[in-house]
């Protein structure tokens, strides 16, 4: 399974193509929308999100309802390209000023010397994170395809700023619920306080703030991934798809970092006599359901620490490139906090990486054979 985006900020729209989903699976529009509704929304978000109204416009790959088993195209347009159709044209001579200040934490500087552009908003538009729109957009139709595998993705908020969720031990159908009915994605209500209290300071102080979101994937059964060869260890390949989220500056899978500090015996699950293959479970999931580079049965927990967006409107310090002179960065329309969207965009990237993982096993061809394979390979097990 292999998704390639394309599209800028501003431009006419955002689309993705995502090959090797299997004939036989159920998709609507609404299955799409649902989950670019989400993204759009969340406290801190900026003015862009009151303009766009995200909606996919599938162009290929289903068939009355029905994905065919060729690629799945989606469009997702952007309303805003009404206002930069001058600055954005495809042809003609630039309309506007150049931008030639970098941001100091963008992608404006490197991205400049790496390809070579005097105007920078020629590197901004693509590494803006407005091409997530396009990552949830192909999510959405992995996410189909885990569900009907019993496979279910969802994603909390653990931190913003210094406002942190203390742990909740509650099961997880409601943790989920919770992290659903809040503007933050936390499911502490105490806690959702503090967090948006973190957000109004930093907006009040022209400032923006970061925070870190755990997305779980629950459902997955034993011996996903391989520990055969480095790039074929779904931990990895979970840590990469992760990373790639704009803003992400670290991935963890269970205790992760913790692990570090702690011994042996405090970090690794026993094994018990229970329900489960071969008759044995596990009390604990400090390994985050993977060992190996291979699913171990347990739910998948990957934890993501985003950095605060690099767009201020109380600029930092820069340089005109164009001029040589000092000068405060570029602005532009940006939010306070992102974290609450990015939790949405990391499910997107899980769903993804796991659900190539389950065609990977069980077949890549058709929904029927996913099934019937997935059903003869727990029963072998005793795991289902």
Same mark, same amino acid.
């Given at each position: 399974?292999?998704?390639?985006?394309?599209?800028?900020?501003?431009?006419?729209?955002?689309?993705?193509?995502?090959?090797?989903?299997?004939?036989?699976?159920?998709?609507?529009?609404?299955?799409?929308?649902?989950?670019?509704?989400?993204?759009?929304?969340?406290?801190?978000?900026?003015?862009?999100?009151?303009?766009?109204?995200?909606?996919?416009?599938?162009?290929?790959?289903?068939?009355?309802?029905?994905?065919?088993?060729?690629?799945?195209?989606?469009?997702?347009?952007?309303?805003?390209?009404?206002?930069?159709?001058?600055?954005?044209?495809?042809?003609?001579?630039?309309?506007?000023?150049?931008?030639?200040?970098?941001?100091?934490?963008?992608?404006?500087?490197?991205?400049?010397?790496?390809?070579?552009?005097?105007?920078?908003?020629?590197?901004? /538009? &693509?590494?803006? %994170?407005?091409?997530? +729109? =396009? $990552?949830? @957009?192909?999510?959405? *139709?992995?996410?189909?395809?885990?569900?009907?595998?019993?496979?279910?993705?969802?994603?909390?908020?653990?931190?913003?700023?210094?406002?942190?969720?203390?742990?909740?031990?509650?099961?997880?159908?409601?943790?989920?619920?919770?992290?659903?009915?809040?503007?933050?994605?936390?499911?502490?209500?105490?806690?959702? /306080? &503090?967090?948006? %209290?973190?957000?109004? +300071? =930093? $907006?009040? @102080?022209?400032?923006? *703030?970061?925070?870190?979101?755990?997305?779980?994937?629950?459902?997955?059964?034993?011996?996903?991934?391989?520990?055969?060869?480095?790039?074929?260890?779904?931990?990895?390949?979970?840590?990469?798809?992760?990373?790639?989220?704009?803003?992400?500056?670290?991935?963890?899978?269970?205790?992760?970092?913790?692990?570090?500090?702690?011994?042996?015996?405090?970090?690794?699950? =026993?094994?018990?006599?229970?329900?489960?293959?071969?008759?044995?479970?596990?009390?604990?999931?400090?390994?985050?359901?993977?060992?190996?580079?291979?699913?171990?049965?347990?739910?998948?927990?990957?934890?993501?620490?985003?950095?605060?967006?690099?767009?201020?409107?109380?600029?930092?310090?820069?340089?005109?490139?164009?001029?040589?002179?000092?000068?405060?960065?570029?602005?532009?329309?940006?939010?306070?906090? =992102?974290?609450?969207?990015?939790?949405?965009?990391?499910?997107?990237?899980?769903?993804?990486?796991?659900?190539?993982?389950?065609?990977?096993?069980?077949?890549?061809?058709?929904?029927?054979?996913?099934?019937?394979?997935?059903?003869?390979?727990?029963?072998?097990?005793?795991?289902?």
């Amino acid at each position: 399974m292999r998704m390639l985006s394309a599209g800028e900020s501003h431009g006419r729209a955002v689309l993705v193509i995502v090959d090797g989903i299997p004939a036989g699976l159920k998709l609507e529009p609404a299955d799409i929308d649902h989950q670019l509704r989400r993204r759009q929304g969340g406290y801190g978000r900026g003015g862009r999100m009151r303009i766009e109204q995200d909606a996919a416009d599938i162009l290929s790959g289903v068939r009355f309802g029905e994905t065919i088993g060729s690629p799945v195209a989606l469009l997702v347009a952007n309303r805003d390209w009404e206002n930069w159709r001058a600055e954005m044209a495809t042809s003609g001579e630039p309309a506007g000023a150049p931008v030639s200040i970098p941001r100091p934490g963008h992608a404006d500087f490197a991205g400049a010397l790496k390809y070579g552009r005097r105007d920078l908003r020629d590197v901004l /538009e &693509r590494a803006s %994170a407005r091409e997530t +729109a =396009a $990552r949830v @957009a192909a999510g959405a *139709v992995a996410r189909k395809l885990l569900a009907q595998v019993g496979i279910e993705i969802w994603s909390r908020v653990l931190s913003i700023g210094g406002a942190q969720a203390p742990t909740d031990e509650r099961a997880w159908q409601e943790l989920r619920d919770a992290a659903e009915a809040s503007d933050v994605g936390c499911t502490d209500p105490g806690a959702a /306080e &503090r967090m948006r %209290a973190e957000i109004d +300071a =930093a $907006r009040e @102080a022209g400032d923006t *703030v970061g925070g870190v979101f755990e997305v779980t994937a629950e459902g997955a059964p034993p011996g996903l991934g391989s520990y055969a060869q480095w790039d074929t260890r779904l931990d990895a390949l979970l840590a990469q798809a992760v990373m790639s989220v704009p803003a992400i500056k670290g991935v963890e899978i269970g205790l992760g970092f913790a692990a570090a500090g702690l011994r042996g015996s405090a970090v690794h699950d =026993a094994f018990v006599r229970g329900e489960g293959p071969h008759g044995v479970t596990r009390p604990t999931n400090r390994a985050g359901g993977l060992e190996g580079g291979v699913t171990n049965g347990q739910p998948v927990v990957v934890r993501a620490a985003m950095k605060p967006i690099p767009t201020l409107t109380r600029p930092l310090d820069s340089v005109d490139l164009a001029s040589g002179q000092p000068a405060p960065a570029h602005a532009e329309r940006s939010d306070v906090c =992102a974290v609450p969207a990015a939790r949405v965009v990391g499910e997107a990237m899980v769903a993804l990486v796991v659900a190539d993982a389950v065609t990977q096993k069980f077949g890549r061809d058709t929904m029927a054979e996913i099934e019937r394979n997935l059903r003869a390979y727990l029963g072998a097990i005793g795991g289902g």
